[in-house]
C-alpha cells in the first residue's frame, strides 16, 4: 500500500535544486533534477507494498522513481530518509498551517470543561461541541459554544465534523473504542488533526502497557490512528502523567487528605511526572497552535516532576499534621491489581493498578528523564508551585 505522498513540485528546473526539501530533510536536491522528475517521485512502505523492487533491508522508507542522472548516492539516501511525519511535501506543510475550527468530544467529562474554557480563552479558534443525541449536557455549555448532536452514526458524525480542522477527544475510558468511529468521521469529512484521549500515563512505554494491561484500548486506537495518516488524518497524543490537582484532591496518588493517610509505594523516592489540570488544557491549546511540530506523535508535558515522599511532607506542613503512613510494594500493588482486572473483571481495580504502575521501577513515568518534556515547544508556563498547588487543595477539602 502506498502511503500515498508525492512530491509535486511546479518549479523551474533552474531552481529546484534550491527550494525542494531544504526546509523538511536539510537537504538541497542538484540543479539537474528538474520538475518533471520530481513530480514522478513518491514514497512507498516496503512493509505492505506489492512492488517487490521496493524492498529494502534498511531504510524504512523508500524511493522509487526512474533514475536520477548523476545525483549522489549520498543525496539520494538522505532524500530517502526523509519520513512521513516530516511531511516533506508542501501540500502537507500547507494543509496543517492554520487550524482554526475545533470540536471537543465529551467536553462535559472530567477534564472536558477546562479544555473547553482553555481553547475559549485563547481566542485563537470557533469552538463547538458534540454530544450524544438525548443528552442534556448541551444546555451547560457557553452561549458562544455551537452544540452538535450525533447517534454515531457514521452520517452524523461526518455532518457534524463537516468543516472542522481538528477534533479533541476527551471521552471516558469505557468508551475509547468509540474513538475508530470518530476517526473515520474525521477523514470523511476532511479533518486535519485527531487528538485522541490520552491525558494520563505514557501508554506508548511497553513496560507500562505490560503492568497495565488495560492500556492495549489507547493503544490501539493509536495503532489505528497510524493506519490511517495516508487518508490525511494527523494525530497527536498529550500525555501528562496524573492530573495533579484532581487526582491529589480524589486520593488517587495514595494520600488521602481528609483522614491524614499516606500510602507509600517501595520507599517513597520513585520519581514521577505529573500536569495540573490548567497545564492539560493549555497543552490541548499549545498543540493546536503548532500542528507540524507535534504532527503523528506523542508529546509529554508536565507542571512538576517529585516523589511521594516530597509530597507527604508538604502535605503535613499544609495540615499541620502528623500523617499515619502504611507502607506496600508496587510490584504486590500491581499484581493484585492484575488479578482483580482481568480474572475478576473489577472495574474499581484500574485505579489503584494505573496508581501502582506509575510508582513502580519499570512504570517510565519521569517523562523529564525518560523522554523529555514538550513544555517549551508548546510555550507552556506553570504558573504555580508544587507547595501552592497542594496548599489550595488542602484549602479546598476544609471548606
Known amino acids: 500500500m502506498r502511503v500515498g505522498l508525492q512530491l509535486v513540485f511546479w518549479l523551474d528546473c533552474n531552481i529546484a535544486g534550491l527550494l525542494v526539501a531544504s526546509g523538511h530533510c536539510g537537504l538541497v536536491l542538484p540543479r539537474f533534477v528538474d520538475s518533471r522528475t520530481l513530480a514522478a517521485t513518491e514514497f512507498t ?43 516533506i511535501t508542501f501540500e502537507i506543510k500547507a494543509a496543517m498551517s492554520t487550524i482554526k475550527n475545533v470540536i471537543v468530544v465529551g467536553a462535559s467529562g472530567n477534564l472536558g470543561p477546562s479544555i473547553l474554557q482553555a481553547l475559549l480563552v485563547s481566542s485563537q479558534f470557533n469552538v463547538s461541541v458534540l454530544t450524544r443525541a438525548g443528552s442534556h449536557s448541551a444546555s451547560t455549555f457557553p452561549a458562544n459554544v455551537t452544540v452538535h448532536t450525533t447517534d454515531y452514526t457514521p452520517e452524523s458524525l461526518a455532518a457534524a465534523f463537516k468543516d472542522k480542522d481538528a477534533v479533541v477527544s476527551v471521552i471516558a475510558g469505557a468508551a475509547l473504542g468509540e474513538q475508530k468511529k470518530l476517526i473515520d468521521a474525521a477523514i470523511a469529512a476532511g479533518v486535519k488533526r485527531f487528538i485522541p484521549s490520552e491525558f494520563g500515563s505514557n501508554t506508548d512505554n511497553r513496560d507500562a502497557q505490560e503492568l497495565v494491561p488495560v492500556f492495549s484500548r489507547k493503544v490501539e486506537i493509536k495503532e489505528y490512528l497510524e493506519s490511517r495518516v495516508g487518508d490525511g488524518l494527523t494525530w497527536t497524543g498529550i500525555v501528562v502523567g496524573p492530573v495533579f490537582d484532581r487526582s491529589l484532591k480524589l486520593g488517587f496518588l495514595g494520600f488521602d487528605i481528609p483522614s491524614r493517610r499516606a500510602t507509600i509505594y517501595d520507599s517513597g523516592e520513585r520519581r514521577f511526572t505529573t500536569s495540573t489540570l490548567a497545564l492539560v488544557s493549555s497543552a490541548v491549546v499549545g498543540v493546536l497552535l503548532h500542528p507540524e511540530q507535534t504532527a503523528n506523535k506523542y508529546v509529554y508535558v508536565g507542571s512538576f516532576t517529585t516523589t511521594q515522599n516530597e509530597i507527604l511532607a508538604l502535605l503535613q506542613s499544609a495540615t499541620s499534621d502528623e500523617w499515619t503512613v502504611e ?26 493498578l494505573v496508581t501502582a504502575a506509575m510508582y513502580h521501577e519499570r512504570g517510565g513515568s519521569d517523562y523529564e528523564k525518560d523522554v523529555g518534556l514538550s513544555n517549551d515547544l508548546l510555550e507552556l508556563k506553570q504558573q504555580q508551585g508544587l507547595e501552592e498547588v497542594i496548599g489550595e487543595v488542602v484549602k479546598s477539602l476544609s471548606a
Open 327 to 352: 507502607r506496600t510494594t508496587s510490584t504486590e500493588k500491581v499484581d493484585l491489581g492484575k488479578e482483580n482486572v482481568l480474572k475478576r473483571r473489577d472495574s474499581a481495580a484500574i485505579r489503584p
Open 45 to 87: 512502505n516496503p512493509k505492505t507494498s506489492r512492488d517487490k523492487r521496493a524492498e529494502h533491508p534498511i531504510d524504512p522508507i523508500q524511493l522509487t522513481t526512474e533514475p536520477i542522472p548523476r545525483a549522489e548516492t549520498s543525496e539520494i539516501d538522505q532524500l530517502k530518509r526523509c519520513s512521513l511525519e516530516q511531511h
